[in-house]
């Protein structure tokens, strides 16, 4: 009897250990079977959207209780509640237009767009600093003693140009000097194929051209830039490399190191045109306008600004603090689009150069120098480095036409395709210009710029004249 009872409450205690372990199995299956539910009808969702963007947008809520499909995007979405969640929902409605297709969705997706237009800049606001200069100016201002850099990329048989007599190596007349940077091969190249293009010229002078270039800033932007400007030296051989940054304040040390690459390997040169790649350059107009003058003697000639005043707007490209200029006048300089100058005042410029202080402007800072050599700037009318102005006193001309540029010198701010079609227009041999019907009876002339106008305080930069197509 005894051994009855023992064997009785081992298969109960048995049973009820089976009984317990299939009760906490169908427990976990609910468990599973509800957090399942849960996760595909995306309840756990709501209050988070609802505590951080409560009142952002309306998409929120409806994002958050849409069904399986929000569920199976989950992941996109930041796993803690105090990170940004409103970038995540733009790329979302943007990325799959197709599941939008019942008209509800359409409904709350225009509601959504209408308030990120509220939400969006409000938060690009906050991460802008007015109040900050563009450029770092004192550190500038702790830096500019260093203004001696490498040269990585040299080309010192450029002014070597053999003569007619066997052995006899000759200057070039002009040396043409473009700024430009290395992403621009375009631009270079479109120079070399028309108004930059080296060779010998009516009555037999040479002009040789050379590309001024620093080192890239942003190198990701332009992945071997460095091969890239080493076959392209291999090629034309044309490219001179300083290693400095090629920044915009950084120019003013292009044009200290390349008057002292003149000094040193172009000595003799006659004449130097110095302008951006960006300009329409007529050499032809330009030899012509050389014709008489003398080499050893000062020239400088361009498109001169008198009585400029420093940019104190710190949105302007060319904002300059009192700190670092406190005059209320620059002194008089030329525009940076192009200007001539002889192989005398070049050599001049190199020691002069070295002497001033560094200004961020460059073109400002040639305009010092300038006054330093004691050599005034000469003014002439066919250097349009601020484009052309539509003239009132002749609104038939249309002001692409190559008739336009003939008697013109440098004009600024030309594409690559414009630069490539007026050349080529003006040297088509069809082009005439003597038979057009005038509707003035005076000669048509250029109009003067005034003192006061050159001495607004403009900002230089921008295309305010030239007529955009």
């Not at 209050?47 to 963007?53: A, D």
């Not at 001024?212 to 992945?223: F, K, Q």
Request: charged share 25%; aromatic share 10%.
């Amino acid at each position: 009897m005894l051994r009855k009872m023992v064997m009785m409450r081992r298969i109960l205690h048995v049973k009820g250990d089976v009984m317990c372990t299939m009760l906490l199995l169908v427990l976990f299956c609910l468990l599973l079977y509800a957090r399942q539910v849960v996760l595909s009808s995306g309840w756990d969702r709501p209050v988070w959207k609802l505590e951080i963007h409560g009142s952002t947008s309306s998409s929120r809520t409806l994002l958050a209780t849409s069904g399986a499909k929000v569920g199976q995007e989950s992941p996109e979405f930041p796993s803690s509640p105090s990170e940004p969640q409103l970038p995540a929902c733009n790329p979302q409605s943007k990325s799959k237009p197709p599941q939008a297709k019942s008209k509800p969705q359409v409904k709350s997706k225009g509601r959504s767009k209408s308030r990120q237009k509220n939400v969006v800049p409000t938060k690009a606001a906050g991460n802008l600093l007015p109040t900050m200069p563009p450029f770092d100016f004192e550190g500038y201002l702790r830096e500019k003693d260093n203004r001696n850099f490498k040269l990585l990329i040299d080309q010192p048989e450029k002014c070597h140009i053999r003569g007619a007599e066997e052995g006899s190596i000759t200057a070039p007349y002009m040396l043409i000097a473009v700024k430009s940077i290395a992403a621009d091969f375009d631009k270079r190249q479109v120079v070399r194929r028309t108004w930059g293009k080296e060779g010998r010229f009516q009555n037999g002078v040479s002009i040789r051209t050379v590309f001024l270039l620093g080192v890239p800033r942003n190198r990701t932007a332009l992945p071997l830039w460095d091969r890239l400007l080493a076959y392209e030296s291999q090629t034309f051989r044309d490219i001179l490399l300083w290693d400095f940054e090629d920044t915009f304040f950084n120019l003013t040390l292009k044009e200290t190191h390349f008057l002292k690459w003149v000094n040193s390997s172009c000595p003799h040169v006659k004449f130097i045109f110095k302008g951006d790649a960006d300009v329409y350059v007529n050499v032809e107009n330009i030899l012509e306008m050389l014709q008489g003058q003398k080499p050893d003697e000062d020239l400088f000639v361009g498109d001169i600004i008198i009585n400029a005043k420093p940019i104190r707007r710190r949105s302007s490209k060319y904002f300059v603090p009192e700190f670092v200029y406190g005059g209320g006048l620059y002194p008089n300089y030329a525009g940076g689009g192009g200007f001539v100058m002889s192989g005398h005042t070049a050599r001049r410029l190199s020691s002069a150069c070295q002497q001033v202080e560094l200004f961020p402007i460059d073109d400002v800072f040639l305009g010092m120098c300038l006054q330093l050599i004691g050599v005034k700037p000469s003014r002439h009318q066919g250097f349009r480095t601020f484009g052309i102005p539509r003239p009132s006193a002749a609104p038939h001309l249309q002001t692409f036409d190559p008739c336009f540029y003939q008697e013109l010198m440098v004009v600024h701010s030309l594409s690559v395709p414009q630069i490539w079609l007026m050349w080529n227009l003006l040297h088509d041999p069809k082009l005439s210009c003597h038979n057009r019907t005038s509707l003035t009876s005076w000669p048509f002339k250029w109009r003067e710029r005034t003192e006061e106008e050159a001495g607004e305080e403009t900002d230089y930069g921008e295309k305010r004249v030239f007529i955009t197509h």
